[in-house]
């Protein structure tokens, strides 16, 4: 029995801080990561440090809050938002107590991110057996058995402890090798991270004496041979002359023949700057993000941006978006059910500061016939108008029998 015990308090606290001597590969410390099979990984807080992984986490988890994820069933052939279901006004309102919709997801997704694994428990009424909860484990308080597909909670913060099976906890992984549970960005991008954050270390040392003069004294040339009194005294100038330029002053007098010869910047001070910009792409690259929405553009254009953005919509954000349906679908609708009911994020949303984009994309439906000017209206919040409810087809293209082209002169 008090063998089981230790084995179980091993398994939960299995991410905790390891022992000081212990060696490893790992270029962060037993202060500075967190250890994982032999090996120190770099906590959240340490990585959200690193100004590229802030913005990356910051960026993916707010893109995929912002848009509305809604509760769809088939109707006349068509899905429709299920409004007065409880499981919508959790997704698009509030999922728990302490959570708006926003918050809930954006939440989400970090943890995806910085821990490789995400849990929602979906907590059922006793009465109507609906859902009436949406718990978003908080970070080590979920234990999965990968052997038998056990998943033990005690998550005291919000209040929900028990065992599930895998068919009733929502488990969103990271890239996984096994297929059962996640692995973090930060885990892959270990080195990446440590490069980063010995580049910021390295700039603050420098920076923070506010820029101070460095050089070097030497005595007059033309005494040969320099004795260990000369030796003394120059070493006592070169400490009097760092002190008067570290206290600010910017003019200083050199005793005797003492020559003073400022050191600028080398070749290894160029390199060091320029691979702080190598590292900001390299941590994009991990995180599947391109280099100007974490402003890193100085090689940007107008065109470039543009295809940046066509990329993060296609390659980096749907494939987040497509991955949290489908674990919902999945876990939540009965198989024989899934043709009839759905769980969509509604990727208009993504338009809805980009006046521009959202107008063309609204005309371009219309054109096409996807849209009516009515129903693009009422997405507006403005009133309907006559005749708005007619499907209109763009008619730069007719077919070659078409009669209105009768009498037409053709070349």
Known sequence: MVLRLGKLFKNVFWRGEGAASEQTSSPFSHREGILIDGDYFPSSDLALSIATVYRCVSLLSKSVANLPFEY??????IFEPMTDD??????????????????????????????GNTYIVPVYS????????LVLCSRGSVMHDVQRDIYTVNDTVKGLAGTFGEDEIIHLKGYSVDGKSGMSVLHYARM???????GDAETNTRF????????????????????????????????????KFRSGQRIVSLPGMVDFKQITMSSADLQFLESRKFTVREICRFFDVHPSFVFDD????????EMANVAFLSTTLNPLLRQIELEFL??????????????????????????ESKAKYQADTIATGL??????????????????DVVLVSANLKSINDTSLSGVATE
């Open 126 to 133: 006793s009465l109507s057996m609906n859902v009436e909860r």
């Open 208 to 243: 923070k004496n506010g820029g101070n003069v460095s050089g070097l004294l030497s005595n007059d040339r033309s005494v040969v041979g320099i004795g260990e009194y000369q030796n003394k005294e120059l070493n006592k100038a070169a400490i009097d002359v760092d002190a």
């Open 330 to 355: 999945r876990k939540l609708v009965s198989p024989r059910l899934v043709s009839s009911i759905k769980f969509a994020f509604d990727r208009r949303a993504l338009y809805a500061c980009d006046l």
């Open 298 to 305: 100085t090689s940007n254009n107008y065109k470039s941006a």
């Open 371 to 388: 849209y009516t000017v009515n129903e693009w209206r009422k997405e507006e919040n403005k009133c309907p108008v006559e005749g708005g």
């Open 86 to 115: 409880s499981l919508y006004y959790l997704l698009t309102v509030q999922p728990d107590n302490t959570y708006n919709a926003f918050d809930f997801w954006r939440d989400a997704v970090a943890e995806l991110l910085l821990s």
């Open 192 to 198: 990446a991270l440590s490069i980063a954050r010995a």
């Open 72 to 77: 769809l069933r088939r109707k006349n052939g």
